[in-house]
């Protein structure tokens, strides 16, 4: 029986703030023949950007990111592509085993060590492809689509902070900018999967992986404090208590 892996191909992203680091990945990259580079990334804001338009199979993510360690950026993805974690410090090998991540990469990486992890990775999506399909299991879109400007502009769930309702429309506040459609919290709270998305309040909609802390009836998101309603605190209560 043929090798379920010769002819794989596995598309990748590799995720590194520092150029020479993301250059030196690139060039261990091309030296195995089954992984096909899609893009590279200096923040998780981009990793963001890559995961809700491409087909992204596996990530070469460093821990030491800006602004969002990479740990606790994967912690924050409902499902994320299977992850090798680089980084200049062992200690953060007991969290990649904990986030069953593939492997980890202590820097500087040689060329055997990375082709070893690679070998891993097509291990795992050897297994994964000789499973049969379940429809049950079928892995939703990342995204949604929303009218803005006249035109359909596609908004990554990973980029969403809170969604606030105006008088006829909606603000979807995400990482880096605000838009505004004319659409209703019924219809945005159908289009969001639950608990990722949970409504605190008439007039707001949260991300729950953004929160960065509860007060009695306040939620802190990012810069913005927001209310929370009495009739949804217990909800968020619970939620966040799993």
């Known amino acids: 029986m043929a090798d379920s892996t010769t002819n794989m191909i596995i598309s990748c992203l590799i995720a590194d703030d520092e150029p020479i680091a993301r250059i030196g ?16 990334a200096k923040d998780v804001t981009e990793v963001s950007n890559h995961l809700s338009q491409t087909n992204i199979q596996l990530l070469f993510l460093d821990i030491q990111m800006p602004g969002v360690n990479g740990v606790d950026y994967v912690k924050s993805l409902v499902r994320p592509p299977k992850v090798i974690f680089t980084t200049a410090y062992s200690e953060y090998a007991i969290a990649g085993h904990d986030l069953n991540v593939l492997d980890y990469l202590l820097k500087p990486i040689t060329l055997s060590r990375f082709l070893k992890a690679v070998n891993r990775a097509k291990e795992y999506f050897a297994l994964t492809m000789q499973q049969p399909p379940d429809n049950n299991n079928i892995i939703p879109a990342h995204y949604l689509f929303v009218k803005t400007n006249r035109q359909l502009q596609k908004v990554a769930f990973e980029e969403i902070l809170f969604i606030e309702a105006r008088l006829n429309y909606v603000v979807i506040h995400t990482l880096t900018q605000k838009i505004i459609t004319y659409s209703s919290m019924k219809l945005m709270q159908d289009s969001l999967p639950a608990p990722w998305f949970l409504k605190i309040h008439k007039s707001y909609i949260i991300s729950t992986a953004m929160i960065k802390s509860i007060q009695g009836y306040e939620v802190t998101i990012g810069t913005y404090t927001l209310p929370i309603s009495r009739t949804h605190r217990e909800e968020l209560m619970k939620m966040i208590s799993k």
Not at 29 to 40: D, S, T
């Open 25 to 40: 990945m690139q060039k261990l990259v091309q030296q195995a023949p089954c992984l096909h580079l899609v893009g590279m």
